[in-house]
């Protein structure tokens, strides 16, 4: 299970609408090899495939694949605004540390 926050639902939502996105679609997260503490997260608007998991909050959704899932399974995805960066962050307790930047992470051992 991975959960959506109600401040990232709602910014969600303005960037659905903004990018014009059909109604099926929604934002996947994804987990790549890369970044500076192994793994990273990317973000972007899609839609499903047949595999994916979707997970849907006041009325938008989050789509993962299941190979990404191994890695985000009970985490929360927020939107964050500071003054440098703003954006959705991760909180992935699957990680046993993060970058500064928060877009990388490096897994717990299993």
């Given amino acids: 299970m991975i959960s959506l926050t109600d401040t990232a639902a709602l910014h969600l939502r303005q960037l659905l609408v903004e990018k014009n996105a059909p109604a099926s679609a929604g934002l996947r997260v994804r ?3 890369g970044g500076c503490a192994g793994w990273q997260y990317t973000m972007k608007v899609d839609e499903p495939g047949p595999a994916d998991q979707i997970y849907t909050h006041q009325g938008v959704s989050l ?5 990404s ?14 003054l440098n960066d703003s ?3 991760v909180e992935n307790p699957n990680a046993a540390r993060n970058c500064g930047c928060g877009t990388s992470f490096e897994p717990k051992a299993a």
């Fill in 63 to 67: 789509i993962v694949d299941p190979e």
């Fill in 31 to 33: 987990v790549e090899k």
């Fill in 87 to 89: 954006g959705f962050r």
């Fill in 69 to 82: 899932l191994v890695f985000l399974n009970e985490s929360r995805i927020d939107y964050v605004e500071a």
